[in-house]
């Protein structure tokens, strides 16, 4: 008996050391504020929020409906069709109302990403009757992020949709880990994510140097941000925010996330109508039509994208652009079996230097020869093809077409 007694003593012993290890440490005390400073609450018109696990801090923002934000009209967000993000998902959203999309950004500690990294202010949008709105979750040090994340969960509840901006790759997979490290379940599972990251490239990366969300808000919503922090700062501000708690210091992050979120919803209302209805698409720049062509390429839409293509060299193009997309509609004719039309684009491109320019005397060649039967006009296609690249395969072209030529003329010497 006494043996048993022991073996149990022990066994409390070990289990109390174990919930002394894993127990959750209490936050640290708020150092006091210095003088000068005012806390967050006092600068930002928001509230306190306490849950069970802590208390951080949460403020909203609404954008009314007779508001704009560069090219779009607030009031329209609500009317975009519920089958909007269709073609852009490749079909995982077939159908959800705009109300039930929630557009989300992250403001973090760091830009590599890893469980030293923390997600201190996180950004979301919605849109309603009344407009856009925002709700935005901030931790005034980390001791609050448990029952930061606490609130986000039970906010996201009443969205099926997550819409961000290079969220795939780094905003939904910080805070899963930050959700595992508190030891809490993400709400990530249940939502459909559209990053919209990635059809904004295939539409604009031919025309614009970078795709950053800052620069499409720039050069396609026509927004130019005033006195604005950049990106790459904020992590900085935020240290020195835990060291100071000068609260003035992180209002321009809020103003910035907020522009993000702003943007990212009124770009969902030009990008994915683009890939809804192609030939309603009212592009300013070929480039743009010739990157929503190559996706309907992809989709095995040939017609569609053939109208773009087409719509793009009337509008007019650079060299680099010009001479692709021309050969592009060339070999979509030959494929569609329009043969007459993609003869007449490759001969077009025999006429100037470019870089497909032998391809088009050889795409001639092979004309002349399989379908004319007409060999000299052949030979002189691969000549000219000859003339500007030596290649084995333009060789062996040449050799063939030569004694085909010369085959009937032997059999004329012989009678």
């Given at each position: 008996m006494e043996d048993i007694q022991e073996q149990l003593a022990a066994l409390r012993r070990r289990i109390a050391r174990v919930d002394r290890k894993f127990a959750r440490p209490e936050p640290p005390p708020r150092p006091p504020l210095r003088p000068g400073g005012e806390f967050i609450e006092e600068l930002l018109s928001g509230e306190l929020v306490t849950t069970q696990l802590g208390t951080h801090f949460e403020t909203e923002k609404l954008w009314e409906?007779?508001?704009?934000?560069?090219?779009?009209?607030?009031?329209?967000?609500?009317?975009?069709?519920?089958?909007?993000?269709?073609?852009?998902?490749?079909?995982?959203?077939?159908?959800?109302?705009?109300?039930?999309?929630a557009f989300l950004d992250t403001e973090t500690t760091g830009l590599a990403g890893?469980?030293?990294?923390?997600?201190?202010?996180?950004?979301?949008?919605?849109?309603?009757?009344?407009?856009?709105?925002?709700?935005?979750?901030?931790?005034?040090?980390?001791?609050?992020?448990?029952?930061?994340?606490?609130?986000?969960?039970?906010?996201?509840?009443?969205?099926?949709?997550?819409i961000t901006y290079n969220g795939k790759s780094y905003d939904q997979p910080l805070l899963e880990t930050r959700f595992r490290m508190s030891?809490?379940?993400?709400?990530?599972?249940?939502?459909?994510?559209?990053?919209?990251?990635?059809?904004?490239?295939?539409?604009?990366?031919?025309?614009?140097?970078?795709?950053?969300?800052?620069?499409?808000?720039?050069?396609?919503?026509?927004?130019?941000?005033?006195?604005?922090?950049?990106?790459?700062?904020?992590?900085?501000?935020?240290?020195?925010?835990?060291?100071?708690?000068?609260?003035?210091?992180?209002?321009?992050?809020f103003h910035h996330n907020a522009l993000?979120?702003?943007?990212?919803?009124?770009?969902?209302?030009?990008?994915?109508?683009?890939?809804?209805?192609?030939?309603?698409?009212?592009?300013?720049?070929?480039?743009d039509h010739i990157g929503l062509a190559r996706w309907l390429l992809q989709a095995e839409r040939q017609e569609e994208a053939l109208r773009l293509f087409r719509r793009a060299l009337e509008m007019g193009?650079?060299?680099?652009?010009?001479?692709?997309?021309?050969?592009?509609?060339?070999?979509?004719?030959?494929?569609?079996?329009?043969?007459?039309?993609?003869?007449?684009?490759?001969?077009?491109?025999?006429?100037?230097?470019?870089?497909?320019?032998?391809?088009?005397?050889?795409?001639?060649?092979?004309?002349?020869e399989h379908r004319e039967k007409n060999y000299m006009m052949a030979l002189e296609m691969t000549l000219s093809a000859l003339a500007i690249e030596d290649t084995p395969e333009i060789r062996r072209?040449?050799?063939?077409?030569?004694?085909?030529i010369d085959r009937p003329r032997a059999r004329r010497l012989a009678l």
């Open positions: 409906n007779h508001r704009r934000h560069g090219s779009v009209y607030i009031a329209d967000l609500i009317e975009l069709p519920e089958d909007l993000l269709d073609p852009l998902s490749s079909g995982t959203i077939p159908s959800s109302h705009p109300t039930r999309w890893g469980t030293g990294t923390y997600a201190f202010l996180i950004g979301v949008g919605s849109i309603d009757s009344q407009g856009f709105r925002l709700r935005q979750f901030f931790m005034r040090d980390y001791g609050e992020e448990a029952s930061l994340l606490h609130r986000l969960s039970e906010y996201l509840a009443q969205f099926d949709v997550l030891r809490a379940r993400h709400p990530f599972d249940r939502m459909v994510h559209l990053d919209l990251l990635f059809g904004a490239r295939r539409l604009w990366k031919l025309r614009l140097e970078s795709c950053r969300l800052v620069e499409l808000e720039n050069r396609i919503l026509g927004v130019e941000r005033q006195g604005d922090l950049p990106g790459e700062m904020i992590p900085y501000v935020y240290f020195d925010f835990l060291r100071s708690q000068k609260a003035f210091q992180v209002v321009p992050i993000d979120i702003l943007s990212l919803a009124c770009l969902t209302a030009i990008v994915p109508c683009a890939f809804r209805s192609p030939a309603d698409a009212a592009f300013g720049h070929g480039a193009l650079p060299d680099d652009l010009l001479f692709r997309t021309m050969w592009d509609v060339a070999s979509l004719e030959r494929r569609m079996g329009r043969h007459d039309a993609a003869l007449a684009m490759v001969t077009e491109l025999t006429v100037s230097r470019n870089p497909y320019r032998v391809r088009a005397f050889a795409e001639l060649a092979k004309h002349y072209r040449e050799q063939r077409l030569k004694s085909r």
